[in-house]
T-cell receptor
Framework: KNQVEQSPQSLIILEGKNCTLQ??????????LRWYKQDTGRGPVSLTI???SENTKSNGRYTATLDADTKQSSLHITASQLSDSASYIC????????????WGAGTKLIIKP | DTGVSQNPRHKITKRGQNVTFRCDPI?????LYWYRQTLGQGPEFLTY????????KSRLLSDRFSAERPKGSFSTLEIQRTEQGDSAMYLC??????????????FGDGTRLSIL
């Protein structure tokens, strides 16, 4: 069964600290892995998209890694800011088509001043 | 603002009533998606259009749900005879088919439906 699992479910850190969010997946055949940021009451916003051949991709203070062999990804946030408080959702696309996205439940990140 | 626009942002209705939501995608995007999201969960795929053709529907989309994209631009999602379990955020997204399978989906801010 195609699944995406994220950990931790929630995380609280102090402003300025770094953190890493984890994503494990069992989607096959794999096409790409995406990380989205979703603020409360808003739609998700794309942070990164990685294909099978990409190990790492950065978007400002966000760096995503992908290990296609172990089917794991991480999202590292550097020097956190209050505006980073949001849910971070890992999404894996199966190769058959674009619409078949398997969404994780997300990690709720709270940044405290 | 040239992003994905959804209306209304909030809808409160009594059980049994019909509701309709509208989504205006990014103008050059030919793919349009509808999702449903409940609290603490990721979005669940409902249906997908390429231009005006509805190419896929999830099993989640019961007979009470219908979506249209008559001219390949805006789309509507209608729920008939609403039930308590329909309370959720309904998200619309759009993307460009020409960029292949690795293009991001751009989301609107959703319509939050509350069934009394």
């Amino acid at each position: 069964k195609n699944q995406v699992e994220q950990s931790p479910q929630s995380l609280i850190i102090l402003e300025g600290k770094n953190c890493t969010l984890q994503c494990n997946y069992t989607v096959s055949p794999f096409s790409n892995l995406r990380w989205y940021k979703q603020d409360t009451g808003r739609g998700p916003v794309s942070l990164t998209i990685m294909t099978f051949s990409e190990n790492t991709k950065s978007n400002g203070r966000y760096t995503a890694t992908l290990d296609a062999d172990t089917k794991q990804s991480s999202l590292h946030i550097t020097a956190s800011q209050l505006s980073d408080s949001a849910s971070y959702i890992c999404v894996v696309s199966a190769r058959r088509s674009n619409y078949q996205l398997i969404w994780g439940a997300g990690t709720k990140l709270i940044i405290k001043p | 603002d040239t992003g994905v626009s959804q209306n209304p942002r909030h809808k409160i209705t009594k059980r049994g009533q019909n509701v309709t939501f509208r989504c205006d995608p990014i103008s050059e995007h030919n793919r349009l998606y509808w999702y449903r999201q409940t609290l603490g969960q990721g979005p669940e795929f409902l249906t997908y259009f390429q231009n005006e053709a509805q190419l896929e529907k999830s099993r989640l989309l019961s007979d009470r749900f219908s979506a249209e994209r008559p001219k390949g631009s805006f789309s509507t999602l209608e729920i008939q005879r609403t039930e308590q379990g329909d309370s959720a955020m309904y998200l619309c997204a759009s993307s460009l088919a020409s960029q292949g399978l690795n293009q991001p989906q751009h989301f609107g801010d959703g319509t939050r439906l509350s069934i009394l």
